[in-house]
């Protein structure tokens, strides 16, 4: 099993930055891919960012340019840089992980923009 902890997430203007953060721990082997979705009410969950262990990176359209995802495997640990935030960024964040085919997921950050 591997659990996921994100940390954070808050309270931001519009234009503002926050850094997310997401811990693993359990019994780890590799992760290819590391990502962060988010998922508003009356929407799906939408991919924000994901990065593999190549350190390729794929990023949502409304988030490129805005966003940085990196990661840390000497920690077990996955980032998620945000900067010129807007208030559609407003959405709870979970950060994902799969290994073996089992998916895992946080239990999300709140993130909040006013305008």
């Known amino acids: 099993q591997v659990q996921l902890v994100e940390s954070g997430g808050g309270l931001v203007q519009a234009g503002g930055s926050l850094r997310l953060s997401c811990a693993a721990s359990g019994s780890i082997f590799s992760f290819n891919a590391m990502d962060w979705y988010r998922r508003t009410p009356g929407k799906q969950r939408e991919l924000v960012a994901s990065?593999?262990?190549?350190?390729?990176?794929k990023y949502a359209d409304s988030v490129k340019g805005r966003f940085t995802i990196s990661r840390d495997d000497a920690k077990n640990s996955v980032y998620l840089q945000m900067d010129d935030l807007k208030p559609e960024d407003t959405a709870v964040y979970y950060c994902?992980?799969?290994?073996?085919?089992?998916?895992?997921w946080g239990q999300g950050t709140q993130v909040t923009v006013s305008s």
């Open positions: 994902h992980v799969e290994q073996f085919r089992k998916d895992y």
């Open positions: 990065i593999r262990s190549g350190r390729i990176v």
